[in-house]
């Protein structure tokens, strides 16, 4: 047989946000995530599912920045892309924004069997912020949506298992410290685009693992899957079990029929095929199967009410239709997450094609048989067993022709713990300048100081690298990263320790001040927090400006990539220093920071909101008022974020405008 699949690049141009720098501050607080639940449904769990809900939650982002640099303002952009084909199916792949399977056509008929989304428009729905709607996306770290959704990951070609062409992605995931790698292929002649999937655990001990595969389809569908009844959680943080089709007298497995968004978690019972569907009105879709490992299933459903909707029109552009979620996960639901033995590994097999079955309308287990044995027909269960097992001697095929480059992190926890991972090859060639530091307290003991004033740079928060810089020599900057490792561990005290000594030789105090008003904040300390905030900006102010006075010509050759790390930096320090000293009681100091704030950053949605506050607290409420009139949009509002219904009730006593409204649950009663 001739094997016809191809694997080429390909460049795409789609109207785009640019991402904008990372936040430079490191990431101290608590992590804002909105799928928790009470501990009185914990009560009322099957026992494993009680188990993995309370098993290692992620309490914090560190060491991931906080990406919230972009802005809605897009325009035509180059788009590195990936494109597997064979004469039945064409993927697009986006290796430098998380690995997002874009677009899947299938080419006999010409049909998306995705949601496109038309334009890439970062919002606030990842664990550390920028993340992007439309296509396959690949979820792994804890729950939610993946830090690295809009971060590079390295690519490359392999031998697939029937010998052709198989694309691979691999990258080192930081919240868990977990090496992971998908396998994409297209077998000659196939409808089904083929997913071989391992995450592993080289470290000494077992780490949680969390993964779901989240598959955008046009919202015009039925969602099928061989259950009947489901975890349904809403934004309400609410977690029960309810019958399916049908709940609260509505069939809500046609995603428009909800009014609030929400996720339905299938329970498929146990030896039952794992498989979810989503139909149009002529049986027309897409499906989704796996290998048994792959347990979970799940619906999301924007819904149609005014804050579903208003989020739906901000993901793309005008005119563009909507969407929902079916997924694939390790757990029932997502609020749990698994165990890795130390050494081991986990690995499964994907499949996602076509589908062509009888109009899907009507009862619903006739609806779900008649859906599994059009898939039974197109793809045997028993050969989505022997493609996993085809694919399992290659997971560990050392990559051919690289054709994108992921970030140096893997490579430097690769160096540090000589860690042998066939398949997935982390080469110290891709340390680059935010490993390089790590790199030499590794081969040193000693932590380098920085070349130039600025912000500090990344940090690691892991118990390796905590102990190393404990038995480095003292610096200032050594004392400030290993009181971000020592807060991150749990040990505040030492954390506020190690701040304070670092105060008294450092050149540089705002990053230092600014931690330690953190942890005053979290004390409950917020005088003192604010008199910290005050002195850190007043410290930047100072820092910026000297640097920018002492530079030389060829420093000026970096000022444009230097000015935007300070720009970030004064942004991000100047909003926390406004907050808490509103908070604290403070309007005049909080205007002080306010008007040595830079034009452009005042102008930017979230600051705009922020001067709406801080007007409101200087009692000027039909200014505060002038500002919704103006009109605003919060680039990074957060998912579930209620701040601008809260902050337009101070102003106004009518209706929260459309443009606002973003609720994602019912009022409280």
Known sequence: MVVVTTIRREVLTLPAAPL???????????????????????????????????????????????????GREREPRRVEALVLENDRLRATVLPGLGGRVAS???????????????????????????????????????????????????????????????????????????????????PDGSDFLLVGVRVRNPHDRPVPAYWWSNIAVPEERRVLAPATEAWHFGYERRLRRVPVPE????????????????????????????????????????????????????????????GGRRWQEWLTEPGTGGYCEVQAGLARTQL??????????????????????????????????????????????????????????????????????????????????????????????????????????????SFPGPRRAGPPGPTLVAPHWRDMLETAPATPLTEYHLGIAQWHAGDRAQAVRSWERALELAPSTWPLLRCLAVADQEAGHHERAADRYAAAFDDLCRERRDEAERRDEAERRDERRDDERWTAATAALGREAIEALV??????????????????????????????????????????????????????LREGDERIGQVWARVDDGELPERHDFRMRPPSP
């Not at 299938?266 to 048994?292: C, F, K, M």
């Not at 205007?591 to 040595?596: E, P, Q, Y």
């Not at 949605?605 to 949009?633: I, Y």
Request: proline share 9%; with cysteine.
């Open 336 to 445: 749990e997450h698994v165990p890795i033995d130390a050494g081991a590994e986990l690995t499964w097999l994907e499949a996602y094609g076509p589908l062509d079955a009888p109009p899907p309308a009507g009862d619903w287990e006739t609806a779900v048989r008649r859906t599994e044995e059009r898939l039974d027909a197109a793809l045997p269960r028993a050969a989505v067993d022997a493609a996993y097992a085809a694919w399992r001697p290659h997971a560990d095929t050392e990559p051919g022709e690289i054709l994108a480059t992921g970030s140096g992190w893997g490579a430097l926890e690769v160096l540090r713990g000589d860690f042998k991972l066939p398949g997935t090859p982390f080469a110290e060639a891709a340390v680059g300048p935010d490993q390089e530091p790590w790199r030499q307290l590794l081969r040193s003991g």
């Open 583 to 636: 908070r604290a009681g403070r309007p005049g100091d909080a205007r002080a920071v306010w008007d040595r704030l830079d034009p452009p950053t005042r102008a930017r949605g979230r600051f705009r909101l922020l001067e709406a506050e801080l007007l409101l607290a200087e009692g000027r409420r039909a200014e505060a008022r002038a500002v919704f009139d103006d009109g605003f949009e919060v680039a990074d």
């Open 104 to 186: 899947l056509v299938h080419t006999p008929t010409g049909r998306e069997l995705l949601y496109r989304n038309p334009v890439l428009q970062p919002a606030n729905f990842a664990l550390n912020g920028a993340w992007y709607s439309g296509g396959i996306e690949w979820n792994i770290g804890a729950t939610g949506h993946t830090a690295l959704s809009c971060s590079p990951l390295h690519a490359a070609r392999v031998p697939a298992p029937d010998g052709g062409q198989m694309l691979r992605l691999w990258e080192w995931e930081r919240l868990r410290d977990l090496p992971f790698q998908v396998d994409l292929w297209l």
């Open 20 to 70: 904008g720098p990372d936040n430079p501050l490191p990431a101290l607080r608590p992590l804002d995530e909105t799928h928790r639940i009470e501990e009185r449904d914990k009560r009322d769990l099957p026992r494993d599912m009680a188990r993995q809900v309370g098993y290692a939650p992620l309490h914090s982002l560190l060491p991931v920045p906080v990406r919230d640099g972009y």
């Open 247 to 306: 709940y609260g007298g509505v069939d809500r497995t046609y995603p428009l029929n909800s009014t609030y968004p929400a996720d339905y978690f299938y329970e498929v019972p146990d030896g039952r095929r794992r498989w979810i569907a989503a139909l149009d009105e002529h049986g027309h879709g897409l499906v989704q199967t796996s290998t048994d490992l792959l347990r979970g299933r799940k619906l999301f459903v924007w819904g149609a009410g005014p």
